[in-house]
Every structure is written in structure tokens, then in C-alpha cells.
């Protein structure tokens, strides 16, 4: 980049444009054109072999049939109301509370309803709080928007509610309100860990005491493995304080860019008028809706069944070539394996070893607001690679950890 | 809505989603469920028969076979590649001059484009000047983000150059820098009217002057059915000024939610960073592209040919019905006709009248930044009505004016 000439401009930006964010202490390995990775094992994919290629044509031709010029002009600004409808009919079936149509706004993937809450909600230099490490994705869209973020950790059932109020307690004794307590609820990213029911029932009572709002991602939640699904946060709530996010990424492709958010009635105009994109892809919108009326259920079985085997084959591997020197997660669901490293691991020529073997996973940092703890972790998508890469893979990776020691 | 429940949240709010806007003089009729407008010359919908149904279902089938899992994961942040590309080639062969893939930035749509420049360059309380009137649409994202937007009038050359200098020597006296120039360069909605060359030399020059940036919205600029292109702003500049939206909204469809901003390069990635969307859908992208691929120019040249025939139809209709009583735009493109009403005219009254008989149109206040002058302007729309219902509707219109006198 020219220099120059990009200092002309800085006089013209606004002041979220001049926002510089951390950088993590590690970043992910860069592979060269050549030498791109054979074990991915960092983003969190879909297994490619999953997606419904033909159904999608048959799909599109339904669409085309019977939706005609409805597909192909502008769209309601909360989204199509056949896929509005579908997700009141999932939440009821897989969940087991009941939503409307007016507690559900469509959004271009949850990565975009997230943005559409920090709209809503935040101004440069308010506080919100996350679990740390938490969705590196995430945290990147809030940075966007100024706020301080102040990390919380979690144990084995989720987030830690007495930390959580500490630093509500703190914020309001320096007069300041914290905007949203963002959590991912089930199979935690990165972490695995899922918000058991008291903790849930805590949180809540804790936003109302506080006066401030829970942001629940639930992006994995239809992919569980085994364990019992707890309830969500959005549906336990009774005083209004929950937005909650989902999306078709995972149960459909992450291509479609389709997700939404669930508000409260009063506040789902408001987050509307923050949708500037012409309504969210009404032809995609039906595409998928018109495939997913149809075929949902069993897919969502079928990607269990996938998921399930991959996330088995890979810890199986992990426990052979690690042992007990490691602490590995052990996720009901999602896609992600969180690896505690052994002692005296050292994470940068583990990187180096690794990008040689041609294996790619997201060191720690990336997933702490702070960008600098978390080094001694690793996190493992376990969705996109097939069961002989990730046999293979894996095996080379406790190799270049043990290399690394 | 419930007042209470919605006031607890006032405290939580951001600055921008607590602000109010004005509501334009006279708003659009409110037609019932029952009564439905038949004659819409109300929104830039393009023509419902000129949507390529079959062709798409094609290209999706296309798409699946070459593309594969490329389509259905997450998407590169500046957005397709082959759309970028067929973006540069398009501008070539259209527009004769030469832009790269390192300026094209894929949006949903260029209302999203808008909003991206304003996510750049905007804080509250910054001056932007627009046309006045301007596009409706634009105005309410620009509106969004809490500037003070000053309107500047147009004449038969496009905007008031020396009234943009007046006003950018006024905001320089207060130490204040105007963020942007907001225009419509070709067919401008709703005038009609396509900015000389001599007028665009002026603006850049301006530009360069004042320290500021033109942001050139040409969403119709494929659809000229008369008089001579002229050359765009982007095209034009070579001092990095301009920031230019486009969109496959009017020359494909507005459903898939497809337009870019062009850039300069040190000011794409910028941009790019308040893409929260995961990346422009990367499934309708490639479907979009590789329809485009095929019939692009050819399309253009059958979508040219039904929108001349509809503007002429309405404009002789006009002419016949209203005579030299109103004073009726005559655009060389684009979708729309903006008619100053024969003194006299009641607006309110005429739109009562006008609804009676199941006519939608836009009054004009809605075009103004102050949402009040231009009550005697109405815009109609003779994009999406047939021929049959166009030359019904005018007359019905007309017989309407007169009846408001």
C-alpha cells in the first residue's frame, strides 16, 4: 500500500475507520499458494461432502415455479416470512418453546445479526463483556464498534456468573451501564463447554438486576452428539432481556449467508432500521427455505451421524498420541476441539512445525478480547476434513507437539 | 408497541439508534390488504417479465457442477472473484476506461454500498451535501448514521456546482469538512436529469480543492435508451476522490442482492473491514455470474428495449393528459419520470384521489433532506407496469390532477 496515499484520507474517516484493534501474540501460520494446507483443521467448515447439491437445482426450480418475480425483486425489511416461519417451527420442535414471526429478523448469517445487535446497543468506549477465550469471528465484529471488552472465563458449567457480577458491580460503581454479556451458549467456540441450566437461570436474573442485555449465540446448537440440550436463554427469559442468534451455515452451508436474530417485539423495529441491504436475499432466502421445508429434519440427522464420528475419530487420535500430558475438550456437539498444550510446549515452533506438516488449527490468542493470553492452547475444527486427514493429520500434529516440547 | 416495554431499553441504546428522523410531508398512500395498488409507479422495480427464470435455474445447475463446495462456504471478504472480474470487463466494454479487480468491493446490493462508505467516512454531526431532490432510499441510510445533510438544487447540467462550492467554503469557515458529495450521475433519480461533463470536471476539481470525497451513485447506468453516454466520475479522477456504487439490481434482479463500490485501492480494504457478513453470498454470486456471463450484454440490450417503449408510453400519455400545465422530466434512462403538478394541484388531495383509483406514486417531500419542500413534485415509476396497465394508469392519474386543481 502506498503510504502516502492512504494518509490523505485519514483526515475524511470516521472514527470507527481509525479504530486500530490488538494483534494476536500468534497468528495463524501463512501458507503459500504452493504450499496450501492438506490437514484444515482451523476454520470452522462445514463437511463439504454434506451439502445438497442437487436438491439445491430441484430447489431453485420450485422457487422459479411458484414464487416467479417474488424470488427476484425487493424483500420484506425483516426477511422472507416463509423462512421467519421455519425458524418459529424449529424452535418449537427442537426446542420446545414458541416464538412468533415477530421475534425474528433475517439476517445475512449470524456474523451480520451480531453487527446488527452492536448497532443497536454500542457507542465507542461502552463495555461489554465475553467469555474468554470466546469466537475470534465474533470479537472482531464487536472491535468494530469501539467498545472496551472485558473478558470473563468460563469453568466446566460455562460462563462464571460471580465474575460476571463482579464487573457488572464495578462498571456501575464507575457509572457506566455494560451494553450486552455476549455467551455462546452450547458446545462453546472454542472451548466446548455448554451453560448449564443454573448458570442460565443466573445470567438472566443478573442482566434484569443490571439492567443490560444477554446476547446468545447459538450456531451449533442443532448439532448435538450426545448429552441432553438444555434450554436456551432466549427461551427461559421472561423479562425481555435476551437477543439470540442463529444461523443456516452449519445445518445448511455457510454459502446461503442467511441467519437471524430473535428480539423482543419492541426492539426488533429497531434493529431493522439498521438493515441497509435492501432486505436480506430474498432469491436465497426461498432457494433454501424451499429446500429446508423439505429436507431439514433428516438432514440435520444425517450431519449428526457425520459430525459425530468425526469429532470420535479425532479425539480417539488425540488420546493415542497425547496421552494425559494434554487437557483436550470433549464437546456434546459443534465442531471444535480446544487442546490445553502439554507443558513447556512452545506454541511459535509448534506453529512452525505444524505449517511444515501442512496442517492448519488457530492458536489460543486469537480467541481472548485481550489477543496476548491463551498461548499454551490450541483450538481443532474436526468438520471439514475427512476421517483419514484428520487420522493422518492429527497424528502428525502430537508429533510436532511432542517435537516441540 | 408497548411504550413502557420499549422505554426500558432507551438507557441501553446506542447514539444511533436513538435518533429521530423527519417524516417526508406526505407520506406514500396506505393501501389495504383488500385494495391493493394495480397501477405501481411507486419503487424502481424492474420489469417482472424480463427476469431470466429458466436461465437461472441453469446457471445454478452450472455453478453446482464446476464450482462445487467453493459456492456453499464462506465467501472471500471483498467478495467473488469472477463477479469482481466481470465487474472491471463490464466497465471496459460499457464505459471505456480501466479499473482492477483491487477496486471492486462485491456488496449486497448498493444500498449496502452506500452504507459502507458512510461506515468509512461518517460520525454524527458531519456534513454530506446530496442533490435535492435525491434518491429516498439513500437519504434514510445516510440519515442512519446522524449527519447533517445539506441538499444542494439541480439544473438541466446536474447539480449546482457553484452552490456545492458555496457550501463547502461555509463548512471550511467553520472548520468543518464536508465528508462527501452524494450524486446521481446518469438519469438521476428522481429528475432525471444526467450531470454534464463539464459539471463532473467541476465537482472533481472541488473535490481536490476542499479536501473531500464524491460518492457516485450510478445505479442505472446500463439503461440508456437515449442521447449520448457521458463519462463517469470514477473514470474521470485521478486524485482519488471518488467512491462509486453500482448494482445488478436493474440490470438482473433486485432479489439477489448483488452491487459492489468501487475504490480507490488504499481505501478498499477500509471498506472492507465493515463487511460483517462473512463475505457477499458466495452461492448467488457465482449463480448471478455465471448467468451474466452468458447473456449480460444481450440482456441489456432486451431490457434497453422494453424500458424505451415503457418511458415513451408514458411520456405521450403524460403529454396527452396534462399538456404544458405540468412540467414532466424527459430522462435519456433509468426508471423514472418527475413531474412538477399544474399550479394549483392539491397533494393532498390528489393522493386521496389517486389511491381511490388504486395508483401508487411517490409525492415528492420524500426526496428532500428536510422531508418538507417539493410537495408539488410527484415520481412515477414506469418500470414494473405493463404497457396496458402504464397508459390505463397515466390516464386515471391525469383525469385525478385535474379533478385536484
Not at 467469555?131 to 472496551?148: D, I, M
Not at 435492501?278 to 457425520?306: C, F, K, Q, W
Request: charged share 25%; net charge negative.
Amino acid at each position: 500500500m502506498d503510504i502516502a496515499a492512504a494518509a490523505r484520507y485519514e483526515s475524511l474517516l470516521s472514527r470507527r475507520a481509525s479504530l486500530t484493534f490488538p494483534s494476536p501474540r500468534l497468528s495463524r501460520a501463512a501458507f503459500s499458494e504452493a504450499q496450501s494446507p492438506r490437514y484444515l483443521f482451523a476454520g470452522g467448515f462445514p463437511d463439504p461432502g454434506s451439502f445438497p447439491y442437487q436438491e439445491l437445482i430441484e430447489a431453485t426450480r420450485e422457487v422459479m415455479e411458484h414464487e416467479g418475480a417474488q424470488a427476484l425483486v425487493y424483500g420484506h425489511p425483516l426477511g422472507y416470512m416463509g423462512l421467519r416461519e421455519l425458524v418459529c417451527e424449529k424452535t418449537r420442535r427442537l426446542e420446545g418453546f414458541e416464538i412468533s414471526v415477530d421475534n425474528v429478523l433475517i439476517t445475512n448469517g449470524s456474523s451480520h445479526a451480531l453487527a446488527l445487535a452492536c448497532d443497536l446497543l454500542l457507542d465507542p468506549g461502552d463495555v461489554i463483556l465475553t467469555e474468554a477465550p470466546t469466537f475470534s469471528g465474533s470479537l472482531n465484529t464487536f472491535r468494530r464498534y469501539g467498545p472496551e471488552i472485558i473478558g470473563i472465563p468460563l469453568d466446566t458449567e460455562g460462563i462464571r456468573t460471580d465474575l460476571v457480577e463482579d464487573q457488572l458491580k464495578m462498571a456501575a460503581r464507575r457509572g457506566q451501564k455494560v451494553k450486552f454479556i455476549y455467551t455462546i451458549v452450547n458446545f462453546q467456540n472454542p472451548t466446548g463447554v455448554t451453560m448449564s441450566l443454573r448458570r442460565r437461570h443466573e445470567l438472566l436474573a443478573l442482566a434484569e438486576r443490571y439492567d443490560t442485555i444477554v446476547l446468545e449465540d447459538d450456531a451449533y446448537g442443532e448439532l448435538r452428539y450426545s448429552g441432553e440440550p438444555v434450554l436456551s436463554l432466549f427461551g427461559l427469559d421472561r423479562a425481555g432481556r435476551v437477543l439470540r442468534t442463529g444461523t443456516l451455515s452449519k445445518i445448511l452451508a455457510a454459502g446461503v449467508r442467511l441467519g437471524w436474530i430473535l428480539a423482543p417485539k419492541e426492539l426488533l423495529p429497531r434493529i431493522a432500521q439498521f438493515k441497509t441491504d435492501g432486505g436480506t436475499n430474498p432469491y436465497v432466502s426461498r432457494v433454501a427455505t424451499y429446500y429446508l421445508r423439505r429436507h431439514m429434519y433428516d438432514h440435520i440427522e444425517v450431519l449428526r451421524s457425520i459430525y459425530r464420528q468425526k469429532r470420535d475419530v479425532m479425539l480417539e487420535r488425540l488420546y493415542a498420541g497425547l496421552g494425559s500430558d494434554a487437557e483436550i475438550s470433549h464437546p456434546d456437539g459443534g465442531f471444535f476441539i480446544w487442546i490445553r498444550l502439554p507443558e513447556g510446549t512452545d506454541p511459535e515452533r509448534l506453529l512452525a512445525l505444524a505449517t511444515e506438516r501442512r496442517i492448519a488449527y488457530v492458536p489460543g490468542p486469537a480467541f481472548f478480547p485481550n489477543g496476548q493470553d491463551g498461548t499454551d492452547y490450541i483450538r481443532l475444527a474436526f468438520s471439514w476434513a475427512s476421517l483419514d486427514e484428520i487420522r493422518q493429520g492429527v497424528d502428525l500434529l502430537c508429533e510436532a507437539i511432542r517435537e516441540a516440547r
